[in-house]
């Protein structure tokens, strides 16, 4: 079976739009989450994780002519700025029939829902098939893309697919590309379930009291062969997912799911607990997803394991968490560093799991990134240094 290599990353959130940007801010302890009171989204002030809309029409004018932009949407330009960005920062030929696109997302071009978009770009731009081939026709890439939309755990899951694939022989190289956009859409139906905090959100923190939502898109190249990479790459071991079958918006109070996806994903990388270095979880803030967490990691054998959540910086990105909370991951496993897990100052589980605190300087050989999800949905990938 063939070794698979991540690299490369891009990451466009409210923290910048590359990777160095955004790591720069989470050193700092500078968070992306404001509150917005222009009344777009909801109708009260909210606190939002946005991307800044200005930079990145001026940044897309840098890659895409002028009388060409409006054949593509808000969302397509994400995918296409961050994309390019990775490719930079790789040798990868992306046109090439060896590789494959894999494009992770819960809601797409969620924005098309108005009437005065739809105008631009019709109605079936709104379809997840027919904006991933608008991104591929722009890379030239001959391989229709891979969709995966599996609610908040679509980025890990992205992740899991292209290993495999990978291992398999089926490709030479994998691109995981990961974005949502802010919407009403969204916003309002997170309201409806009273999970959204008044304040920027505080994983695993006592007086945490819902989530934030955030948007943005992230990139990660796999490949089989590591000299592709300008940086050194990191390992993908294995990955994992499950359905816990609990409710279609609340997790298995048990953490029964993502432990099994976890016990999996060990399984399959050949590792055991105690090698893990670090854990970036899902971390949403609300009640029942962290001590559902926790309840899974204590399960595992984990509870000693230093773990963090960068939903305190970015808010939750959807369908491009897992991708962007990755690349996230993978830039302190290369630096070496424990970062900080924002919104965290007193212990607000049942569990007595390892939350990082502050930034701290570590040997980082092995990660375990997890996620969790509505419909029960979990998903977990073990990343290792070469």
Do not use: W
């Not at 989204?41 to 060409?68: A, G, M, R």
């Not at 994309?83 to 060896?98: C, G």
């Amino acid at each position: 079976m063939k070794t698979v290599f991540a690299g490369a990353e891009n990451i466009i959130s409210s923290l910048g739009f590359n990777t160095d940007e955004n790591i720069r801010n989470i050193l700092n302890g500078n968070t992306g989450i404001a509150i917005d009171s222009n009344g777009i989204y909801s109708p009260l002030p909210l606190p939002l994780s946005k991307v800044d809309y200005s930079q990145l029409e001026s940044l897309f004018k840098d890659v895409i002519p002028t009388n060409e932009q409006r054949q593509f949407t808000r969302l397509e330009k994400m995918f296409i700025l961050s994309i390019t960005d990775a490719l930079k920062q790789s040798k990868l030929n992306i046109s090439s029939a060896d590789t494959l696109i894999i494009i992770t997302t819960t809601k797409g071009n969620i924005d098309l829902l108005d009437p005065v978009l739809q105008e631009s770009f019709g109605k079936q731009r709104v379809y997840l098939h027919e904006m991933a081939k608008v991104v591929t026709a722009y890379f030239n890439n001959p391989n229709p893309a891979m969709i995966v939309s599996n609610a908040c755990i679509s980025g890990i899951l992205g992740i899991v697919y292209g290993e495999r694939l990978i291992r398999s022989g089926k490709f030479r190289n994998v691109l995981v590309s990961g974005g949502d956009l802010m919407s009403e859409f969204i916003v309002s139906g997170f309201q409806s379930f009273q999970s959204l905090s008044e304040k920027a959100c505080r994983p695993f923190d006592k007086s945490r009291d819902g989530l934030t939502i955030g948007e943005g898109c992230g990139t990660i190249i796999m490949s089989s062969d590591p000299a592709l990479f300008i940086e050194t790459p990191i390992k993908v071991m294995g990955g994992a997912g499950s359905n816990d079958a609990n409710h279609i918006s609340g997790p298995s109070r048990t953490g029964e799911g993502l432990f099994l996806a976890i016990e999996q994903a060990m399984k399959l990388s050949g590792i055991v607990p105690d090698m893990i270095d670090t854990i970036s979880a899902h971390g949403t803030a609300t009640d029942y997803n962290d001590e559902m967490e926790a309840r899974a990691f204590s399960r595992a054998g984990l509870e000693n394991i230093p773990v963090n959540s960068y939903k305190g910086y970015i808010g939750h990105t959807l369908g491009a968490a897992g991708v962007i909370e990755t690349a996230i991951s993978l830039q302190s496993m290369r630096k070496n560093t424990l970062f900080r897990s924002a919104g965290y100052e007193q212990h607000g589980v049942s569990k007595n799991i390892n939350v990082i605190r502050k930034n701290k300087e570590k040997e980082i050989t092995t990660c375990l990134k997890t996620g969790s999800g509505f419909g029960g949905s979990n998903a977990a990938v073990v990343f290792q240094k070469i």
